[in-house]
Every structure is written in structure tokens, then in C-alpha cells.
């Protein structure tokens, strides 16, 4: 199959805007060249310049854009309308903002070029100071022994862990990670989530995605990190919808959920939450936009949770909660 690579070329602070309208689209997995990133970059003596130097030749320009890639598909063809859409209504609607030139770009590429191309994004990086996320393509001069190294190839699913919601996921998991948990990880993708849980000590994992792609993603990532069948099970599904596919995920049984989808998914599944954990279990809810926060953390409450922390990076918000 064919994709179509769409790239719009705006300011930093256009970035933030662009990437919530994506997002409403449904679209969440953007990549974002930032070109303030790459002045701070510049001023950065300590950078390890090995890591950066091809990507930031490529950034030259110091022009912001954010890439999307859309299915040659009918469905591809009505998103790309709707970006249009939303594009030429941006100088209107917010006219205190400098979005630049807010040029669109097509690119056509096949399947194996779509693959590859965002990989030249993906650098390992530590989260908490305590993993290092690594894509299975780079290698470490120095490995450092006191950090946990999680293997990851996302494939054409979501999940490098570069992206805030899951980095905000990732860092809550730290945080209350206890030995032998079980966790279930809704809209696994690549299966990051779980794979980082089973690091840290959880006992077990089960997946689930409604992306066949990303169940088998996910396994073959487990399976990268020495994570096999007999701690973790990934399911393919709506969990939403398919009473047969709860009882197999299994009821009162989670001392920790994981879910980084945005708000309005999220709160279409989140009456299963309080089925699936235990009492006293964990919800850590990731790729809130600051809009919905109010919204889904009301949800919540109404479901018997007791909000813990809510924490953001930029424009994405995650929301720990306990199950009273
Ligand atoms: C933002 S990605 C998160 C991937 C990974 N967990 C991470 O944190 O990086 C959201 C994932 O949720 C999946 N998804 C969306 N709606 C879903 C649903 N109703 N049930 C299960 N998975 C869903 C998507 O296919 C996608 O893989």
C-alpha cells in the first residue's frame, strides 16, 4: 500500500495548535520538527553531538513543520480534507498567532520508504533517569549499567516513547510500579507500556489494541527484550463493545490499568476500568489535551477513582487515579 506523507510548515507556536486540531482528527502520532528545538540544541554544549548531527543538517531551515502520514485510502483522502480544512482556518480563528507560512506538502511513499522514514527520528533517550527507551537499530558506545534498557522497534505502530503521553505514562509507571503487579495496558501499540511494567517488576502483562499491526508489534518487542507468552498476552479488539474478549482480560484482577489514547476514547472505555482492576488498583490515563482534563478527570470520579496527580508536558496531560 501507498501513503501519503503531509507535511505543514508553520512557527513554533503553531506547532501546539496544529498537533491538538490532529489530534481531534483522530490523528495522534504526528512527527514534530520544532525548530526552537534546534536552537536550543545549539546552545547545548553537553549534547552528545553524535546522536543529533544528520537530523539537525536536515533542520537547517529553522522552520517548524509537523508530518503526518495518511493510508492511500478513501479514509486517507477524507483526512487530508479535512487538514486542508482545518489549515485554512487557522490564521482566522486565532488571529494573535504568527502560524508562518502554513504551506502543505504531499509526498507519496510506499510502504517499505513509510516504514523507514521515522526512524530517523527515533534516538534513545532516558526517562526518570531510570530507562533507556532504544531503538533496536542504534548502538551505545557506553551502555550505562544502572539503567534498565528497553529494546523497541514500533514498526508502523505508535509507541517510540518519545511522544509526551507516553513518556508521562512511563513516568508514572516508575513511580508506582510495585513488585509482581499485574497490568493491563489498553491501546498498546507497540507494546511499550507493558514491556516497561515488566521491566520494572510487574509480574505479568496483557496487551490489548484494536490495530492487528500492533499486536503483533507488540509481541516482537516483547519478545526483544526477553519477555515472552508466559508473562505477557496481547489481545486484538474493542474492548468497549465485546463482553467475550472482558471476561478473557479478565475481571477484578489488574493492580494497575495503562491507557494513553486521547480523552474521548478514553472515556468510552473507562467503564470497563473499575471491572478490571482490583480495589485499591491504578489508573494512569495518558494523551489528554489540557481541554479535556476537567472532563475526563470528572469521569473518573463518578466511576469511584480517586485522583492521585495530574501531570503535563506541553499541551498533554496524564491523570493517575486509584480505584477507592
Ligand atoms: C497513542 S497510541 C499509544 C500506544 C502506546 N501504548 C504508547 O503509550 O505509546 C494509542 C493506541 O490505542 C489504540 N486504540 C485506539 N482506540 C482503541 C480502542 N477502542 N481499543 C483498543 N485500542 C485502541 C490505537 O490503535 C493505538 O495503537
Given at each position: 500500500?501507498?501513503?501519503?506523507?503531509?507535511?505543514?510548515?508553520?512557527?513554533?507556536?503553531?506547532?501546539?495548535?496544529?498537533?491538538?486540531?490532529?489530534?481531534?482528527l483522530g490523528i495522534n502520532d504526528a512527527v514534530i520538527e520544532d525548530a526552537s528545538v534546534f536552537e536550543d540544541f545549539l546552545h547545548n554544549d553537553t549534547l552528545n553531538w553524535d546522536y543529533y548531527?544528520?537530523?539537525?543538517?536536515?533542520?537547517?531551515?529553522?522552520?517548524?513543520c509537523i508530518k503526518v502520514y495518511l493510508a492511500d485510502n478513501n479514509?486517507?483522502?477524507?483526512l487530508f480534507k479535512e487538514i486542508e480544512k482545518f489549515v485554512e482556518?487557522?490564521?482566522e480563528e486565532y488571529k494573535d498567532i504568527d502560524f508562518g507560512?502554513?504551506?502543505i506538502e504531499t509526498q507519496i511513499l510506499n510502504?517499505?520508504?513509510?516504514?523507514?522514514?521515522?526512524?530517523?527520528?527515533?534516538?534513545?533517550?532516558?526517562?526518570?533517569?531510570?530507562?533507556?527507551?532504544?531503538?533496536t537499530w542504534e548502538e551505545f558506545n557506553e551502555p550505562d549499567e544502572d539503567?534498565?534498557?528497553?529494546?523497541?522497534?514500533?514498526?508502523?505502530?505508535?509507541?517510540?516513547?518519545?511522544?509526551?503521553?507516553?513518556?508521562?505514562?512511563i513516568e508514572q509507571m516508575i513511580k508506582y510500579m510495585e513488585k509482581d503487579m499485574e497490568v493491563l495496558d489498553m491501546g498498546c501499540g507497540s507494546g511499550i507500556l507493558s514491556i516497561a511494567s515488566l521491566l520494572l517488576g510487574a509480574k505479568k502483562a496483557a496487551g490489548i489494541d484494536i490495530d492487528e499491526n500492533a499486536v503483533k508489534t507488540a509481541k516482537e518487542n516483547a519478545a526483544l527484550n526477553n519477555i515472552f507468552e508466559d508473562r505477557f498476552s496481547v489481545y486484538c479488539g474493542d474492548v468497549t463493545?465485546?463482553?467475550?474478549?472482558?471476561?478473557?482480560?479478565?475481571?477484578?484482577r489488574y493492580d494497575m490499568i495503562a491507557v494513553n489514547i486521547i480523552a474521548q476514547i478514553i472515556m468510552g472505555m473507562s467503564p470497563t476500568f473499575p471491572k478490571f482492576l482490583k480495589k485499591g488498583g491504578l489508573i494512569i490515563a495518558s494523551g489528554v489535551i489540557k481541554k479535556y482534563v476537567d472532563d475526563v478527570v470528572k469521569d473518573f470520579e463518578l466511576l469511584g477513582f480517586r485522583i492521585l496527580e495530574i501531570n503535563d508536558s506541553e499541551e498533554w496531560v496524564s491523570i493517575t487515579a486509584e480505584l477507592r
Open positions: 500500500m501507498n501513503w501519503t506523507e503531509v507535511t505543514i510548515y508553520t512557527t513554533t507556536n503553531g506547532i501546539e495548535i496544529i498537533n491538538g486540531a490532529l489530534i481531534n548531527d544528520e537530523d539537525l543538517a536536515n533542520m537547517k531551515s529553522c522552520e517548524s479514509q486517507g483522502k477524507h482556518s487557522l490564521k507560512r502554513l504551506d510502504d517499505e520508504d513509510w516504514a523507514n522514514n521515522w526512524k530517523q527520528y527515533f534516538k534513545p533517550f532516558t526517562v526518570s533517569d531510570k530507562i533507556i527507551i532504544k531503538p539503567k534498565i534498557i528497553l529494546e523497541i522497534d514500533p514498526g508502523m505502530s505508535f509507541g517510540t516513547g518519545q511522544h509526551h503521553t507516553t513518556r508521562l505514562c463493545e465485546d463482553e467475550d474478549l472482558q471476561r478473557k482480560i479478565g475481571f477484578n
